[in-house]
């Protein structure tokens, strides 16, 4: 019989989330907490929340101040911001119509079919080409 898998390190969103509401806290007074700590004014309760969801994983200067204002080991920050990485990574699927390629190259300059800017007329281009002045 094989020995069970070592457990997996926690996603970060869900243990930030687990932190913040051990003490009580709301994601703006963990905001304001942070700012207080690290004396910077910018860090809004939106943030927050995208850390929480796993929008966006906070760098290393976010996750140092979250160990200090949560009382959580950096290292287990650190770890769960790793795994998340590394989970996020592997979900997102690669996007054909964004790769670089001879197609794309070819269709650098050209506006997409269908679409033409304001003051452009279909098969026109910057700078030259006739404009439509809307006066008769």
Same mark, same amino acid.
């Not at 920050?77 to 964004?98: F, G, K, M």
């Not at 003051?119 to 006739?130: K, L, S, V």
């Given at each position: ?5 070592? &457990?997996?390190?926690?996603? !970060?969103?869900?243990?930030? *989330? ?17 700012? %207080?700590? *690290?004396?910077?004014?910018? !860090?809004? +309760? ?23 204002? !949560?009382?959580? &080991?950096?290292? #287990?920050?650190?770890?769960? #911001? ?12 690669? +996007?054909?119509? +964004?790769?670089?390629? &001879?197609? +794309? *190259? %070819? ?5 997409? #079919? ?15 080409? #006739? ?6």
């Amino acid at each position: 019989m094989t020995p069970p898998a070592p &457990p997996r390190p926690a996603q !970060l969103g869900p243990l930030l *989330a687990r932190c913040r509401l051990a003490r009580g806290w709301s994601q703006q007074r963990t905001a304001a907490e942070l700012c %207080a700590a *690290a004396g910077v004014p910018t !860090l809004s +309760r939106h943030e927050v929340s995208r850390w929480e969801r796993q929008r966006r994983v906070p760098g290393g200067f976010w996750l140092g101040w979250l160990a200090v204002v !949560l009382d959580v &080991p950096l290292v #287990a920050l650190a770890e769960a #911001a790793a795994a998340t990485r590394r989970a996020t990574r592997r979900a997102v699927p690669t +996007r054909p119509d +964004r790769a670089t390629g &001879p197609g +794309r *190259a %070819a269709r650098a300059g050209t506006p997409p #079919a269908g679409r033409t800017g304001p003051g452009r007329t279909a098969g026109t281009t910057r700078g030259g080409g #006739a404009r439509a002045t809307g006066t008769g």
